[in-house]
């Protein structure tokens, strides 16, 4: 039966199979409340109007214009693809713990795991590092599959326990024991890495690239294809340490240059989370933020602005922290056994 084609989503007869996995998900969001209130964390609220609205080339955003009252000219905003900068800043005004359940939007992205809506648990600690927020992380994931009468998380019908400590992979493990790829051996220059050696890799194992393909573009070809699939099989499954040139918004390790403060979630195969030791350097972000628009032009002729307020604050000082991001309805849908996104959205987006 195509989309089009079912009753429309409010029918009594339709929403009743949805309704056991809604309840769940609003048990989900208090036990994320109170696992955030024991740990002396505040919740704000910021708005989703932003100048920039984040700049990961691949993430594409809603645009509006912002009517002035007395009638002058509009001025262009985006709805945020992540509540990320707002956030920092208000670290910078003086804030050490800090989260936010907020409703986040990307366009161009629906599928069983995304919505072009959707919810994103945000968290930052001033002073702290990953392994509190992997901490952070353990503690929520069990919290949420309690909040659902469960002791495992279930994905597509499987469970995945979750009493043990979670697994810890580095990118270079994962590469090697999924793929039989030594990845560092593929890259001549850490912060802007070319792809030749790493296409001759993934053609050895069987994956096609094009020619036009960056090393990015073939690392996430491999990664969907060999390492993706075996995240989280066993246990939920932290992913770190990712190449530096893959850093985004975090800092590089000190104790290996090659690779940054980063981290992702896994279970069963689903990303749950995405966590940064976060980039205090105001200059070295602008230089990836410029980076990134230039590459957002090239491949898709348009780039957003960069949010100088942001960078500014930077410059004031953000003190050393880690955040992270999450999705809740990701995290609902695994704690309480759903097998879409839109099984825990109460409503779905009008003619997504």
């Not at 240059?257 to 200059?283: H, I, M």
Request: with cysteine.
């Amino acid at each position: 039966m195509s989309r089009d084609s079912l009753p429309p989503w409010w029918r009594p007869d339709r929403f009743a199979r949805r309704r056991p996995f809604l309840h769940q998900r609003a048990a989900v969001i208090r036990a994320v409340r109170a696992t955030f209130e024991a740990r002396d964390f505040i919740e704000v609220e910021t708005p989703a109007l932003q100048v920039s609205p984040g700049m990961e080339p691949h993430l594409m955003a809603f645009a509006t214009d912002l009517e002035p009252a007395d009638g002058g000219a509009a001025r262009r905003l985006y709805l945020h693809t992540s509540p990320e900068f707002a956030m920092k800043k208000l670290l910078v005004a003086g804030e050490p713990r800090i989260f936010q359940l907020a409703k986040t939007y990307r366009n161009r992205e629906r599928s069983p795991t995304h919505s072009p809506e959707f919810t994103m648990l945000e968290w930052y600690r001033a002073g702290a590092d990953l392994d509190e927020l992997m901490a952070d992380c353990e503690a929520l994931v069990r919290a949420a599959a309690a909040a659902c009468g469960r002791d495992t998380l279930c994905v597509n019908g499987r469970d995945i326990p979750i009493d043990q400590d979670f697994e810890r992979l580095s990118v270079e493990e994962a590469f090697l024991m999924h793929a039989g790829i030594d990845l560092f051996a593929t890259i001549d220059d850490p912060r802007a890495p070319t792809p030749a050696r790493l296409r001759e890799a993934a053609t050895e194992i069987g994956i096609a690239t094009g020619d036009d393909d960056s090393w990015e573009d073939i690392f996430f070809k491999i990664s969907l294809d060999r390492i993706e699939p075996h995240l989280g099989e066993a246990r939920p499954t932290f992913l770190t340490d990712w190449p530096i040139s893959m850093a985004a918004l975090s800092r590089p390790n000190p104790a290996d240059p090659r690779v940054a403060e980063r981290f992702e979630l896994y279970a069963g195969a689903v990303e749950l989370a995405n966590a940064f030791g976060e980039l205090t350097d105001a200059a070295e972000q602008r230089r990836r933020f410029e980076a990134d628009c230039a590459l957002k032009e090239r491949l898709y002729g348009f780039r957003y602005p960069i949010d100088e307020d942001f960078l500014a604050a930077l410059a004031w000082g953000l003190p050393p922290c880690a955040g992270i991001a999450l999705g809740i309805d990701r995290l609902a849908m695994v704690a309480a056994g759903a097998a879409t996104i839109e099984d825990v959205l109460w409503a779905p987006v009008a003619g997504a």
